[in-house]
């Protein structure tokens, strides 16, 4: 069973930086996807940034691009991301996500969650 412990988050001026990790365990972590989601209260959750298995290819959020930098390290199997200029309306719950498929189904495992909150 894969899972995922989030640690990091914390109260941040604007324009400040946070590095957030996320270490799992119960998988081969280097076989896995990484992404990042974050939950802003009355608002759905949305994907902030992900990268790949195999390369490292790396995506992110509009809202983030040029601020936020996703990077995993394979041997301590851990994602991190890290957050620069942070801005108030970054204000969220980040999480922690994977999934795998066994027998065709998909399994999506998620962290517990870390508050970032940034103040103007």
């Known amino acids: 069973q894969v899972q995922l412990v989030e640690s990091g988050g914390g109260l941040v001026q604007a324009g400040g930086s946070l590095r957030l990790s996320c270490a799992a365990s119960?998988?081969?972590?280097?076989?896995?996807?990484m992404s990042w989601y974050r939950q802003a209260p009355g608002k759905e959750r949305e994907l902030v940034a992900d990268?790949?298995?195999?390369?490292?290819?790396?995506k992110y959020a509009d809202s983030v691009k040029g601020r936020f930098i996703i990077s995993r390290d394979n041997a301590v199997a851990t994602v991190y991301l890290q957050m620069n200029n942070l801005k108030p309306e970054d204000t969220a719950v980040y999480y922690c996500?994977?999934?795998?498929?066994?027998?065709?189904?998909?399994?999506?495992?998620w962290g517990q969650g870390t508050q970032v909150t940034v103040s103007s």
């Open positions: 990268i790949s298995s195999l390369d490292g290819t790396t």
């Open positions: 996500y994977t999934k795998s498929f066994r027998n065709f189904v998909r399994e999506d495992y």
């Open positions: 119960g998988c081969t972590f280097s076989r896995y996807a």
